[in-house]
């Protein structure tokens, strides 16, 4: 059992986009977002893309399970591992599916029901025998999922909308922001307001700021501008996350040695590393 102050945050999917197994994806792996919170004993789960089924299989061993998922949004790199998540199928487990982008003109459970439809997906939602609840919210507003632990919310910018979330617990925060696209303009004072001081940043980081202009308008930002948010917004640790599909292990070498050059302490996030902010 984890110690009441406990704040771990561990990786089980990195990449953007798309799924990238194979030998040159080795070192920092090739599963979609997926990244696990311990707060103390409660069970926190950032979207669910291929990523999410490592993370059933290693959470087997805990059941029952009672868990918050909550997601950036429900692009199909972030929700597609959800049927592959084992606990899921265990009528002893109970989970809460936040989503904060989806409101007034969708929600959260016909999205999820949609994508295991015929003949996108061969068996339904209702497969599923753990106790499931939807909570769909705006983002800006501020979440209270379990004793002790406090989330705030913020609308990103990305294509059919996002939410990044902050997490804080025994006096520590983490930022889970993915996916969005900076602006010409800069971050404005809410954005660094919502970032401001936190121990630990998970950002967007699918482009270098050379490849940028072509892919403007595509969603995503780069890992210098996460650089650049981290030291307006008096960050901790940034956490360089979401890379791109064509990124292989020896390209995040590089962004990894000149990531550490420009702000010393950040890291590019790799499958199975845990960080405590």
């Keep these: 059992m984890a110690e009441a102050g406990d704040f771990r945050v561990r990786f089980w999917g990195v990449r953007g986009s798309v799924a990238t197994p194979g030998p040159s ?7 979609t977002s997926c990244v696990e919170m311990r707060c103390g004993d409660h069970l926190l789960i950032f979207d669910g893309g291929t990523g999410m089924r490592p993370l059933g299989q290693a ?12 997601y950036s949004h429900t692009h199909l790199d972030h929700v597609n591992g959800i049927p592959f998540f084992v606990p899921l199928y265990d009528a002893h487990n109970a989970f809460r599916f936040w989503s904060g982008h989806l409101l007034p003109k969708y929600d959260l459970n ?12 061969p068996v339904p939602f209702e497969i599923f025998s753990a106790r499931i609840e939807f909570k769909d919210f705006e983002a800006g507003l501020t979440l209270d999922p ?17 939410t990044g979330y902050r997490v804080e617990y025994a006096g520590r925060s983490a930022c889970y922001v993915t996916d969005i696209e900076h602006t010409e303009d800069g971050p404005d004072d809410a954005f660094l307001d919502f ?21 403007a308008g595509w969603g995503h930002s780069t890992w210098q501008e996460g650089v650049r948010l981290s030291e307006r917004a008096g960050v901790g640790q940034f956490v360089i996350f979401h890379h ?19 702000r010393p302490g950040t890291v590019v996030a790799r499958e199975g590393m845990v960080l405590t902010p």
């Design 25 to 31: 994806y080795v070192r920092y792996g090739g599963n």
């Design 110 to 121: 016909e999205v999820l029901n949609h994508m295991m439809t015929p003949p996108l997906f």
């Design 146 to 162: 379990r004793p002790g632990v406090r989330i705030r919310t913020i609308g990103l910018n990305h294509p059919n909308g996002a």
């Design 244 to 262: 791109d599909p064509t990124h292989d292990d020896d390209f995040m070498d590089g962004i990894a040695a000149e990531a550490e050059a420009m």
């Design 195 to 215: 970032l401001g001081g936190a121990d630990l940043l998970i950002y967007d980081s699918t482009y270098t700021d050379a490849e940028y202009p072509a892919y």
């Design 59 to 70: 959470l087997r061993a805990e059941c029952p399970i009672d868990a918050d998922i909550f």
